[in-house]
């Protein structure tokens, strides 16, 4: 499940939508060659081992990408794996492949690259907009020629030379700023829930695990 607050903090939206990118990146370009290099050999058995691989990284990854979006958005996102059955291990590999969470983690991380570059995109370019926009009364001045030309040097519709000239400016970037506050929230937050779609239990999932529960229960109760 998701905890109930409403909006994630500030801080750990920004540290989380800036790792998105090369995590993404590095998540798509390991899969990617992994998966390519396992299909490509799974002739000659090698290729098995490497998919094996990339099933026990994915799971293992997902883990950790819970813990971090519970660290930096404060969302905890529920486990979704059955315990793995006791005896041999062919059919703890078919409870894993079986396992519809083992193929969502992969969705999620072949995702991330290219929710990494859109959100990436966003907070990059509106805080870099609301911060020049703000700080422009400090600035301009030692900008060539002394000034700010708008919308370009080449293109000059407006030009902002003197501190009260730029305080229209600073005004609107102080508007920008608070947008861009609103705009990494309400990014981090849609991340959390894709996070909480692809990485969490789904309802099937959550009855099949309590009425496991239940049976482990039953079945202690005879025991004792």
Not at 115 to 132: D, Q, R
Not at 147 to 175: H, N
Not at 178 to 198: D, E, I, P, Q, W
């Amino acid at each position: 499940m998701v905890s109930e607050r409403r909006d994630p903090p500030f801080g750990g939206s920004v540290v989380f939508l800036l790792m998105n990118l090369p995590l993404g990146v590095l998540a798509f370009g390991l899969l990617t060659s992994f998966t390519a290099a396992g299909l490509g050999t799974a002739v000659v058995w090698v290729g098995v081992g490497l998919l094996a691989l990339v099933v026990l990284a994915v799971r293992g990854a997902a883990r950790l990408e819970r813990a971090r979006v519970y660290a930096l958005l404060d969302r905890y996102v529920d486990l979704p794996y059955l315990p793995l059955p006791v005896g041999r291990q062919s059919l703890r590999w078919k409870a894993r492949l079986k396992d519809p969470s083992t193929w969502r983690d992969l969705v999620y991380f072949f995702l991330l690259f290219p929710l990494g570059i859109v959100e990436f995109v966003l907070v990059t370019a509106f805080w870099s907009t609301s911060l020049a926009l703000a700080g422009l009364p400090i600035y301009f001045r030692w900008l060539p020629d002394g000034a700010y030309y708008f919308p370009a040097e080449e293109l000059r519709w407006l030009t902002v030379d003197s501190t009260v000239e730029a305080l229209p400016w600073a005004a609107l970037g102080v508007l920008f700023i608070a947008l861009s506050v609103a705009l990494t929230k309400a990014l981090a937050g849609m991340h959390a829930r894709v996070a909480n779609a692809l990485l969490g239990p789904t309802v099937a999932q959550r009855r099949r695990m309590e009425r496991w529960w239940e049976a482990v229960e039953e079945q202690n109760l005879v025991v004792g």
